[in-house]
């Protein structure tokens, strides 16, 4: 399994996704939520940040089902997919993941027809790592 190589910056997300949350940076001066995390706000150039609680729902923004030829180690785990959601609360902020049947299902665990753009996803979280299952109507 891959896993993060945090850096100082982004610590703190993987410390929080380890205890089933998904929090966000933002500028503690003028509350800009900002992902990746970095340093400086963008907006105000504020050194000062604090993590904030998402809801952890958004939207499939975009996607992708790789194929062979992967590395070795995931060719075994194809098709599977690659999404990007836009989060609810920051429609500006985009996260990477895969969208499964469930927390800890194998990648390819949702046939690839079952994806869509606009989909309705929420957070759930296996071994510390976020991944995305669909929202039930």
Do not use: K
Request: glycine content about 8%; proline content about 12%; some cysteine.
């Amino acid at each position: 399994m891959l896993r993060p190589v945090p850096d100082t910056d982004g610590a703190p997300f993987w410390e929080y996704a380890a205890q089933g949350e998904l929090r966000v940076q933002a500028c503690a001066d003028c509350g800009e939520l900002r992902f990746p995390p970095r340093p400086c706000c963008p907006g105000c150039q504020s050194f000062d940040s604090e993590w904030r609680l998402m809801s952890g729902r958004g939207r499939v923004w975009s996607y992708v089902v790789a194929h062979p030829p992967l590395l070795p180690d995931y060719a075994a785990q194809a098709p599977y997919n690659v999404v990007v959601v836009e989060l609810d609360e920051a429609p500006r902020i985009r996260l990477v993941g895969n969208l499964v049947t469930g927390a800890g299902r194998p990648l390819g665990s949702l046939p690839p027809e079952s994806l869509r753009i606009g989909a309705r996803v929420r957070a759930v979280f296996h071994e510390g790592l976020p991944q995305w299952v669909l929202e039930r109507s």
